[in-house]
T-cell receptor, first 111, second 113 residues
Framework: GENVEQHPSTLSVQEGDSAVIKCTYS??????FPWYKQELGKRPQLIID?????GEKKDQRIAVTLNKTAKHFSLHITETQPEDSAVYFC??????????FGTGTSLTVIP | SAVISQKPSRDICQRGTSLTIQCQVD?????MFWYRQQPGQSLTLIAT?????????ESGFVIDKFPISRPNLTFSTLTVSNMSPEDSSIYLC??????????FGPGTRLTVT
């Protein structure tokens, strides 16, 4: 089955700096890659996703890039703000039936 | 995006008992899933709830321990049976459609004493 690895496990940045979280996957058939943000005590929220026919997708301060050849995808957050502090999870699926999640990255934005 | 609610939001149960968690979606969805999340950990898929047929369980999870129902396209239940302290966790349901986008319920925090 699919194996998704996520790095780093923790990340601290100064407010206004950029943050990058990387995930690798093992199954070349995976074709959908969502990112979730989970604040403490809250549900995971879908913040951005990318499909295998696209190399990059951007939504305001967040962007996701996908390298199918290398089988990795990354979340980029620019101009970070304290409210970006949360745990971020990547995931991968090729059927929509089984989602394989990364281990999570705890992001802290220091004011 | 679908709006998902779960009941109960939290419960404290004695070992050996069972708890049924309900998940309600505000629209018909193709897929419904049940996850477990230990504090500070990632999400682990328990099973996919299939409408009109038996749930599909992931490795390490069995129907006798986690029976699931899905009577229609907007509702599902997960029962945690014969509970032990190791079952203490947050249980999340999620819903998705043919676009693969998946949305989560608020979770049920279960403590087994």
């Amino acid at each position: 089955g699919e194996n998704v690895e996520q790095h780093p496990s923790t990340l601290s940045v100064q407010e206004g700096d950029s943050a990058v979280i990387k995930c690798t996957y093992s199954d070349s058939a995976s074709n959908y890659f969502p990112w979730y943000k989970q604040e403490l005590g809250k549900r995971p929220q879908l913040i951005i996703d990318i499909r295998s026919n696209v190399g990059e997708k951007k939504d305001q301060r967040i962007a996701v890039t996908l390298n199918k050849t290398a089988k990795h995808f990354s979340l980029h957050i620019t101009e970070t703000q304290p409210e970006d502090s949360a745990v971020y999870f990547c995931a991968a699926t090729n059927t929509g039936n089984q989602f394989y999640f990364g281990t999570g990255t705890s992001l802290t934005v220091i004011p | 995006s679908a709006v998902i609610s779960q009941k109960p939001s939290r419960d404290i149960c004695q070992r050996g008992t069972s708890l049924t968690i309900q998940c309600q979606v505000d629209s018909q969805v193709t897929m419904m899933f049940w996850y477990r999340q230990q504090p500070g950990q990632s999400l682990t898929l328990i099973a996919t709830a299939n409408q009109g047929s038996e749930a599909t369980y992931e490795s390490g999870f069995v129907i006798d321990k986690f029976p699931i129902s899905r009577p229609n396209l907007t509702f599902s239940t997960l029962t945690v049976s014969n509970m032990s302290p190791e079952d203490s966790s947050i249980y999340l349901c999620s819903a998705g459609d043919s676009s693969y986008e998946q949305y989560f319920g608020p979770g049920t925090r279960l403590t087994v004493t």
